[in-house]
């Protein structure tokens, strides 16, 4: 997406909380934003994401949203047309994306943006009202070339099992070393979510690979870095990301990225990190031995430790997240979504690196 920097905001500040001095700029030379967005039937949040978006101390004036919508079979685009009449002060553009994937929706929202910056985000992730701002300022002081902030992970309901995604998918555990679920301090990174870049630099390196219908931005991010660049972490970006409202949809997202990340890895094997590797090991290793156990009584030991051993982990992940939050049903639900997040993604992980084995390399 595509955002601009505020130019009241920038006269009113002269340093980030995190430490990052900011500088005036004059409004005349102040470079239009384009706010990129692809979505799908996000009926539920894409007005909380618009009004978000007005609310930034970034001036509307200087700003455009851009739209790429996977022909929404819901009432996505009747909530957008509502924000728009409500609001004509923030201009938003909506584009078809007959392709129906996210790499093609952003491509397509690039392509149209007249920004000289681009900042993207989802159709379910609502932006700090600083964010626009701090990414520019970081783009504009040459911090990195793709500057992003964190995720704080919010439930879409209020029940228990919502909470415990919530939880889940911001615990170590669930998401090991991923800086932009924990970090505090600003500094370089693997990856960072959505992100801020140049329009320039992101036709440059060829816009998103739209073979990969998940990963995108981690597979651009790993260009970034092959070609000399930076990826730049602000924890004063922030945004809030609506995780998944049931087991059976935490399933099929994980299940997602797994199956892509390999069609990466393929293609880019040192970008696997070990947080990465970790679920298709545990979940190899649990057919291994389970398959052996057929022949040798001692395989069959060894399975029940590690199950023993990974049950208990999830125990102390909950007790966890039970003492931080005092919520007494997290205890049951964060230990069953961590479970389903690390055996989902393993296990597509392990079946996409089965099915592609068939296929050249260079159709993956």
């Known amino acids: 997406m595509v955002f601009i920097l505020n130019g009241n905001f920038i006269s009113k500040f002269t340093r980030y909380r995190s430490g990052i001095p900011l500088y005036n700029i004059p409004m005349a030379n ?21 009004e978000a978006l007005g609310r930034q101390t970034y001036p509307l004036s ?10 929404s079979e819901d009432a996505t685009r009747a909530r957008i047309r509502e924000f728009q009449e409500a609001n004509p002060k923030l201009e938003v553009r909506v584009l078809d994306n007959p392709k129906r994937i996210i ?38 002081q040459r911090l990195g070339d793709n500057i992003g902030g964190i995720w704080k ?22 998401v090991g070393d991923a800086k932009y679920r924990y970090a505090d301090t600003p500094g370089e990174a693997d990856t ?16 998103f690979d739209e073979s990969l219908h998940t990963n ?32 059976a949809a935490l399933a099929r997202q994980y299940a997602r990225y797994g199956y892509w990340k390999a069609r990466m890895v393929r293609r880019y094997p040192g970008s696997l990190r070990w947080r990465q590797a970790l679920p298709p090991l545990f979940v190899l290793s649990l057919v291994v031995l389970l398959l052996a156990s057929i022949w040798l009584p001692a395989a069959l030991w060894l399975l029940l430790a590690e ?4 049950v208990g982990a999830l125990i102390v992940s909950g007790l966890d997240v ?31 690196l089965i099915t592609s084995a068939f296929q050249k390399a260079e159709t993956i």
Not at 107 to 127: F, Q, T, W
Not at 192 to 207: H, I, Q, S, W
Not at 307 to 310: D, T
Not at 322 to 346: C, E, Q, R, T, Y
Request: with cysteine; charged share 20%; glycine share 8%.
């Open 30 to 50: 102040t470079p239009i934003v384009s706010i990129c967005i692809p979505c799908f039937n996000e009926e539920r949040t894409i007005r909380k994401v618009l």
């Open 62 to 71: 200087q700003m455009e949203v851009v739209i790429a919508d996977g022909m």
């Open 103 to 140: 790499p093609a929706a952003l491509n397509i929202a690039v392509e149209a943006a007249r920004g000289k910056y681009i900042v993207r985000l989802d159709g379910h992730s609502i932006p700090h009202p600083e964010y626009v701002a701090r990414s520019i300022a970081g783009l504009d």
């Open 153 to 174: 992970i919010v439930p879409p309901e209020d029940n228990w099992i919502a909470h415990s995604i919530a939880a889940a998918a911001a615990h170590p555990l669930g």
């Open 192 to 207: 960072v979510p959505f992100g801020a870049f140049r329009k320039d630099y992101f036709t440059e390196l060829g816009g």
């Open 216 to 247: 995108e931005d981690y597979e651009f991010n790993t260009r970034i870095r092959q070609a000399g660049g930076r990826l730049w972490l602000d924890p004063g970006i922030q945004v809030q990301y609506y995780s998944r409202s049931n087991l």
């Open 307 to 310: 199950v023993v051993l990974y």
């Open 322 to 352: 039970v003492l931080d939050k005092h919520n007494i049903p997290l205890l049951f639900g964060v230990p069953i979504a961590i479970a389903v997040m690390h055996l989902s993604w393993g296990g597509a992980f392990i079946w996409s």
